[in-house]
């Protein structure tokens, strides 16, 4: 079983509409969590962390954390062409050097 | 605004060379990570340090070693290139807080081995 994993998509929403992007961890002791936004040929730029469980709110973006399922997942409201990108779930491990481990990424594509 | 530096975007070189890669970060960052990233396998850690002069093998350190001689600069260092190192190398850095906090990546180093 892979440490953190996402559905690689690509996954299709229409302008305007919401994007759900999920991601699951096996470490249960994982204590951070980090959606990562990734435009092709680019580094990956930091969206949003989350370390309690519920909801965390930053404009269009929603990042939703559920512990006992091992969950997290991110909303992106209204969606626009320019959120077309590869989004990045990082999970802080529980280990004593706090190691951060990438999902693969899930291909996002916003249709006009 | 956290800036982290790597000194080539692109970068080709021989079956056999030795590669230097290097990173500076300028927000006195206790931590800093190299990660390569390939297709279908997202970024695998190849080492990390957590203080000046300390590092840590990540989960794919073998072919590679790192120097971190000052607390702003860590280097990559493959000491014989192989063509199974062609890839997209990222450095990022963060500060040291308790829990984690996020990882701040520079601009990236695609490197050609032929």
């Known amino acids: 079983q892979k440490e953190v994993e996402q559905n690689s998509g690509p996954l299709s929403v229409p302008e305007g509409a919401i994007a759900s992007l999920n991601c699951t961890y096996s470490d249960r002791g994982s204590q951070s969590f980090f959606w990562y936004r990734q435009y092709s040929g680019k580094s990956p730029e930091l969206i949003m962390f989350i370390y309690s469980n519920g909801d965390k709110e930053d404009g269009r973006f929603t990042a939703q954390l559920n512990k006992a399922s091992q969950y997290v997942s991110l909303l992106i409201r209204d969606s626009q062409p320019s959120d077309s990108a590869t989004y990045l779930c990082a999970v802080g491990n529980s280990g004593g050097y706090q190691k951060v481990t990438f999902g693969t990424g899930t291909k996002l594509q916003v249709i006009p | 605004d956290v800036k982290v530096t790597q000194s080539s975007r692109y970068l080709v070189k021989r079956t056999g060379e030795k590669v230097f890669l290097e990173c500076v970060q300028d927000m006195d960052h206790e931590n800093m990570f190299w990660y390569r990233q390939d297709p279908g396998l997202g970024l695998r850690l190849i080492y990390f340090s957590y203080d000046v002069k300390m590092k840590e093998k990540g989960d794919i350190p073998e072919g590679y070693s790192v120097s971190r001689e000052k607390k702003e600069r860590f280097s990559l260092i493959l000491e014989s290139a192989s063509t199974n190192q062609t890839s997209m190398y990222l450095c990022?850095?963060?500060?040291?807080?308790?829990?984690?906090?996020?990882?701040?990546f520079g601009n990236g180093t695609r490197l050609t081995v032929t």
């Open positions: 990022a850095s963060r500060r040291k807080v308790m829990g984690n906090s996020p990882l701040h």
